[in-house]
């Protein structure tokens, strides 16, 4: 969508687009947090359980490869299709809810939601790429993410208390989650129908033509799969940290919403914007390593600050980073491609994610038993450190 386009459309899917975040706003506490939560506390289930868990979000976005091919091969709208995985997700946390005492189910239900949540991820980047202006998809969609993360926030917190107060009885949260998927499901139906051209055979790997083709998208692949290993070594062990009394804390449900949830909610909630600004008026790479500096003191702090005072204020600098690192998560491969070809990146991007995803929680948690999540931390922040010098010519050939 260039700069001339369609006012009224672009009103109505930002509308909407407000509308889903709130139900979505509350489902991420799902992934970040009390799925996990109850894992640990409720379950006790093994280490190997906890990383299947860990890991189900990526291997979601390592499927989604595949979804933009599927859907040209089908022919059905962009609308359509996201609204198929998300009552799939629905149906995931209905079976949590229905898990009774078995762990087994519980952990297959949010595993599957987690993963159908995340099979859907570059058919939302085709939205934005079609109804939002070039001059502001940055800041609509940050201000879609405040709202997004004010939800969040206030979920966090409400969830953590309500868990504290009933233990074991989580169920009813469960299906709270499934009838938010239902909702967003709803919103995204309602959106003008964005549609890919149809192709007469399904070509499972055709994207990563680009991929050969395009240098500079090559290159930041190779720099975000550093950045991203890096990151996800420490966020797969954030809510053990504080959960699993090996570690010092054990923290209640109540505490570990508020670090884990709330407190960098509330961060995105003042700095989503003013990145999603930054993102419409800065150099990309300039930006990226920006956030890159951010998440590496976030990680730093926590870890290795050994107090509840030192996980507050990393959360905060890993809020700092999160908020922008959402805005060029979601929006970079909309600088990168035209807008026939945004799907196709964007699957390229989340599956390479979904990879470094698969594989971080499986060495987080096998290691910090043996060399502590301090050390886990360190690690992580190397690779992050890496990522950003990768990015020096290209940053200086921005100036």
Same mark, same amino acid.
């Given at each position: ?7 009224? /459309? ?13 139900? /979505? ?53 962009? %609308? ?45 980047? /085709? ?103 890096? %990151? ?93 690192? %959402? ?10 491609? %035209? ?61």
């Amino acid at each position: 969508m260039d700069d001339s386009a369609d006012i009224g /459309q672009q009103k109505r899917t930002f509308l909407l687009e407000l509308l889903r975040s709130i139900p /979505q706003g509350v489902i991420e506490t799902s992934g970040t947090t009390f799925a996990m939560y109850v894992a640990i506390r409720v379950f006790d289930v093994p280490v190997g359980m906890k990383m299947t868990i860990a890991a189900a979000a990526s291997v979601g976005l390592l499927l989604s490869l595949f979804t933009v091919q599927i859907v040209r091969r089908i022919g059905c709208s962009v %609308n359509v299709a996201s609204v198929v995985v998300w009552i799939g997700a629905a149906a995931g946390f209905a079976t949590a809810a229905m898990s009774g005492g078995s762990a087994w189910i519980y952990v297959i239900g949010v595993c599957m939601a987690a993963m159908l949540l995340m099979v859907g991820m570059p058919l939302m980047s /085709q939205v934005y790429r079609k109804h939002y202006p070039n001059k502001v998809r940055g800041k609509l969609f940050s201000l879609a993410g405040m709202l997004r993360a004010i939800v969040a926030a206030a979920a966090g917190l409400g969830i953590g208390i309500w868990l504290t107060n009933h233990g074991a009885n989580f169920h009813g949260l469960f299906w709270f989650y499934s009838g938010c998927c239902i909702a967003m499901a709803g919103c995204v139906l309602l959106m003008a129908r964005v549609q890919l051209r149809k192709t007469k055979s399904l070509q499972l790997f055709d994207a990563f033509g680009h991929v050969a083709r395009d240098a500079a998208f090559r290159k930041l692949l190779i720099s975000w799969m550093m950045l991203g290993l890096g %990151n996800l070594l420490c966020f797969a062990l954030f809510v053990e940290y504080i959960t699993h009394p090996d570690y010092g804390f054990a923290l209640d449900a109540k505490r570990v919403g508020m670090i884990t949830s709330t407190i960098p909610m509330l961060v995105v909630i003042v700095c989503v914007v003013p990145w999603g600004m930054v993102f419409d008026r800065m150099p990309f790479y300039r930006v990226r390593v920006m956030v890159n500096s951010f998440f590496l003191i976030g990680m730093l702090v926590y870890y290795l600050g050994g107090s509840y005072l030192a996980l507050c204020i990393g959360m905060v600098f890993h809020g700092i980073g999160r908020s922008g690192g %959402n805005v060029l998560w979601s929006l970079w491969v909309t600088r990168f491609s %035209n807008e026939e070809n945004v799907g196709e990146y964007m699957s390229i991007h989340t599956s390479f994610t979904g990879l470094r995803g698969v594989i971080a929680p499986v060495i987080a948690f096998s290691v910090a038993g043996t060399i502590g999540p301090e050390t886990v931390a360190i690690a992580g922040g190397s690779l992050v450190i890496l990522s950003s010098l990768m990015l020096i010519p290209e940053m200086r050939a921005e100036s």
